[in-house]
C-alpha cells in the first residue's frame, strides 16, 4: 500500500517540478547521487529523500524585482521575507518561495539566498560569499528533521536549513553567519518600507502560485511527513512560534503572548539580554541583544513600531533605532545592536533539532 508521504510526494514532485517529465520519486529512502560515501555531522539514516531529487525543486537565479506599487498580485495579508540592506528593501513573497525554496540574489556587495522551507516553516538568508569565493545555493533534494537541505554549488557541500552549517563534504563544519529577516505581512512591511521593491513572479515557470502546493498540510497540525523526537509540550506542532538561539540556549516566543498590544519582552537568554518585538495583529516576531556591537546596553524608552518609516524604538539616551538594528538618530547614529540567532518556524522543528537546549518561558 502506497504510503501517505508517497503520494503527497509524488503529488508534489509533479506540482513542483513542473516541465521536468522525468521525476521517479524515491521516499524514505536516501539519495544516491552525492556524497554518499562521506561523512556526516548528524545521523546519516535520518537523512531523507524528499522525492524530487538534486535540483528537482528549481531555485530562482535570475530573480525579477519590481516597485512595490506593481505587486497587485500580492495580497495585504499574504506573508513575506523582508531584508533591508543600505537604502534598499526588498520583499520575497512565501507564495513564490513555497514553490521555489531558494532565491539567489543580492543587494549592492552582499550576495545572499533567501531559502524558505515550507514543511518548516523557516526562513532564513545564507550568505554566497564563502572563503572569498560567491557561490549559489540549491535544493538538494534531501531533509532532516523535514527541513530543507541545500547544497552550495561551488563544492557541491550540504547545508541544513536551520543549522546554518555545513553537515558534509568540503565544506563541512563551515558555519553560515546569521543575518536578520524579517517574516511578516506584505501589508506591515510596506508600511515600514513604503519603498520596497518585491520580487515578481515574472519567472512563472507555469506555476499557480496563487495555489499552496502542499494540499493541507499547513493546516493539518497531526500530518507530519516523518517522525520527530520531540514536540513542545501543550503547543501545536504547526504553530508558528519565534526561535532564539543564543551561545547555545534555545527561548521561544508565541503570538499570543503579543496578543493585547504591539509591544517588546525582556528575556534572558544564554546570558544575554534579549529584546522580543511582535505584534499579533500586524503578524512579526523579530529579536535583537540588549546591546550594541561594542557592548553597550540599550535600555528602551518608546517603541516607535507603526509611527515612523523603518524606525523599531528609541532607547533612554534619545536614539532612534530601525527594523534592522541601526541607529538611525542620536550620537550612537551608524551603530548596530547584536542580532542572535531568531526567526519563525514551526515549533516542532524548533522541538526537533533543539529540544535538549530550551529554556522554557
Known amino acids: 500500500m502506497m504510503t501517505k508521504s508517497k503520494v503527497f510526494f509524488i503529488g ?10 522525468n521525476v521517479e ?6 539519495n544516491s547521487s552525492s556524497n554518499l560515501n562521506e561523512e556526516w555531522d548528524i545521523p546519516f539514516a535520518q537523512v531523507k529523500d524528499g522525492g524530487v531529487g538534486k535540483d528537482g525543486i528549481r531555485s530562482i537565479d535570475a530573480p525579477v524585482v519590481v516597485e512595490g506599487d506593481a505587486a497587485t498580485f500580492l495580497k ?28 539567489n540574489h543580492g543587494i549592492e556587495d552582499f550576495s545572499y ?5 515550507p514543511l518548516t516553516g523557516t526562513g532564513i538568508l545564507y550568505n ?7 557561490t549559489t545555493f540549491g535544493v538538494s533534494g534531501l531533509l532532516f528533521n523535514s527541513n530543507l537541505i541545500l547544497y552550495d554549488r561551488e563544492t557541491g557541500s550540504n547545508w541544513p536549513q536551520m543549522m546554518l552549517k555545513s553537515v558534509n563534504g568540503e565544506q563541512r563544519g563551515k558555519e553560515n553567519e546569521f543575518n536578520q529577516l524579517i517574516e511578516t ?6 508600511k515600514w518600507y513604503p519603498d520596497s521593491k518585491v520580487m515578481s513572479v515574472s519567472e512563472n515557470l507555469g506555476r499557480n502560485y496563487d495555489k499552496y502546493p502542499y494540499g493541507n498540510y499547513k493546516t ?12 513542545l509540550k501543550n503547543i501545536p506542532n504547526k504553530e508558528r512560534i519565534l526561535g532564539i538561539r543564543n551561545n547555545g540556549v534555545v527561548a521561544y516566543s508565541r503570538f499570543n503572548a503579543f496578543a493585547e498590544e504591539t509591544g517588546f519582552r525582556t528575556r534572558s537568554v544564554g546570558g544575554d539580554d534579549i529584546y522580543v518585538f511582535g505584534s499579533l495583529v500586524d503578524n512579526y516576531m523579530f529579536a535583537f541583544k540588549a546591546k550594541t556591537l561594542d557592548g553597550v546596553k540599550v535600555e ?21 533605532w530601525s527594523v534592522f538594528g541601526e541607529a538611525l538618530e542620536g550620537e550612537r547614529k551608524g551603530q548596530k545592536l547584536q542580532i542572535p540567532e531568531n526567526y519563525i518556524g514551526y515549533a516542532f522543528a524548533w522541538a526537533a533539532f533543539y529540544a535538549e537546549s530550551f529554556v522554557v518561558e
Open 25 to 30: 520519486p524515491k521516499v524514505g529512502t536516501v
Open 300 to 320: 528602551i524608552d518608546e517603541v516607535l513600531l507603526g509611527k515612523a518609516s523603518g524606525t523599531l524604538f528609541r532607547d533612554k539616551e534619545g536614539n532612534v
Open 185 to 190: 505581512t506584505w501589508a506591515t512591511w510596506k
Open 76 to 103: 495585504d495579508e499574504e506573508l513575506v521575507l523582508g531584508i533591508k540592506y543600505g537604502n534598499t528593501a526588498i520583499a520575497y513573497p512565501h507564495k513564490i518561495l513555497d514553490y521555489h525554496e531558494i532565491v
Open 128 to 134: 554566497r560569499n564563502i572563503d572569498n569565493k560567491l
Open 12 to 21: 508534489l514532485a509533479v506540482l513542483i517540478s513542473g516541465c521536468n517529465k
Open 113 to 117: 539566498s533567501i531559502s524558505y522551507c
Open 220 to 231: 493539518n497540525d497531526e500530518y507530519l511527513l516523518y517522525s520527530v523526537p520531540y514536540k
